[in-house]
């Protein structure tokens, strides 16, 4: 009997605490919501410590007369080139050579003054030419060059005209950018703008392929016996054993422009674990580039290099990397 009079009087204390509970969660409710409609405290505040919130929108003060832009040059020369502020206009020589003309070209501001005055103010805004962004279009012109005919530098397995293949209109497309007119590609005009330069592709088999592409573009996919074979200058010689040379470098005597090619899967220096034996592995030395590179990279004007396809396991793997 004493023990189910304590559980009675257990039970009774924690409904008190409970419905203290309740009731403080209520007033609590209460107060948050009565200080979101009106914040009691803010009122008691001096002045001096009151918080003003300022509209987003931001005047601006007209100007009394139109901006004054400086004057773009009409041409430039390769020795001084000069800069424009923002990235979306652009006027330069380079463009007016190889005839890139962008279509969405507009004068932003342009204000002639009458005959008593001697000043004209001009400003013309022209989007970048992004060669990157377009499609392919059929165009009867092309191809430039004939598989046949370039046998002189075309690799067999990428002959296709030498294949069996029977469809062949895919050579019929050329890129054309979206915002801008590209020129042709003409041999001659690229052999006198490339004067006196080296041309140099590092990469793997896609490197190789546009090396190839862009020696017969240059020769017209003609025979030229007069290109001089130049790779010995860089290192480009078939070591003993191997199947062919790590690369190739041409020279175009008429405008002493050289093209070259080296293999490098994946830019960067490879070194042998041992070099005593020919199986050994190599270490990737990710933060150094290709040896070849570090020795010749000096006297490259242009340079396009190309890497991804042997960064997988399989190939890793293979290569003993």
């Not at 409609?37 to 100007?63: D, N, R, W």
């Not at 007119?181 to 990469?203: I, N």
Request: proline residues 6%; hydrophobic residues 35%.
């Amino acid at each position: 009997m004493l023990k189910v009079v304590r559980g009675g009087s257990l039970n009774g204390l924690r409904g008190k605490q409970l419905l203290l509970t309740i009731v403080a969660v209520f007033c609590t409710t209460l107060l948050i919501w009565a200080w979101e409609k009106t914040p009691l405290v803010g009122t008691l505040l001096p002045q001096s410590e009151h918080f003003e919130i300022l509209s987003p929108v931001i005047y601006v003060e007209k100007p009394t007369s139109d901006p004054v832009y400086p004057k773009l040059p009409t041409s430039l020369t390769n020795d001084k080139f000069d800069t424009v502020s923002s990235d979306e206009s652009v006027t330069t020589k380079s463009e007016q050579e190889i005839g890139a003309v962008p279509k969405s070209s507009a004068n932003a501001n342009s204000h002639e003054k009458g005959d008593g005055e001697n000043s004209v103010e001009s400003t013309t805004t022209e989007k970048v030419c992004n060669y990157a962004k377009g499609k392919w279009v059929a165009d009867v012109r092309w191809p430039l060059y004939s598989g046949f005919g370039c046998k002189q530098w075309l690799s067999e397995m990428w002959a296709c005209r030498l294949t069996q293949r029977a469809n062949f209109s895919y050579e019929g497309y050329r890129w054309k950018p979206y915002n801008c007119e590209m020129p042709d590609f003409e041999g001659s005009a690229f052999l006198r703008r490339m004067r006196d330069k080296t041309v140099a592709l590092v990469g793997d088999s896609l490197g190789r392929q546009q090396f190839q592409s862009l020696m017969c573009m240059v020769s017209g996919g003609r025979e030229s016996p007069e290109v001089l074979d130049v790779g010995i200058e860089y290192g480009l010689v078939k070591p003993r054993g191997a199947i062919r040379p790590n690369g190739w470098a041409f020279r175009f005597p008429s405008t002493n422009t050289t093209i070259l090619y080296y293999w490098s899967a994946s830019l960067c220096e490879l070194e042998p674990l041992n070099i005593s034996d020919p199986l050994t592995s190599y270490a990737m030395h990710l933060d150094r580039p290709a040896t070849f590179l570090q020795q010749y990279l000096h006297r490259f004007d242009v340079l396009v290099l190309n890497t991804g396809h042997h960064w997988n396991r399989g190939k890793i793997s293979g290569n003993r990397w």
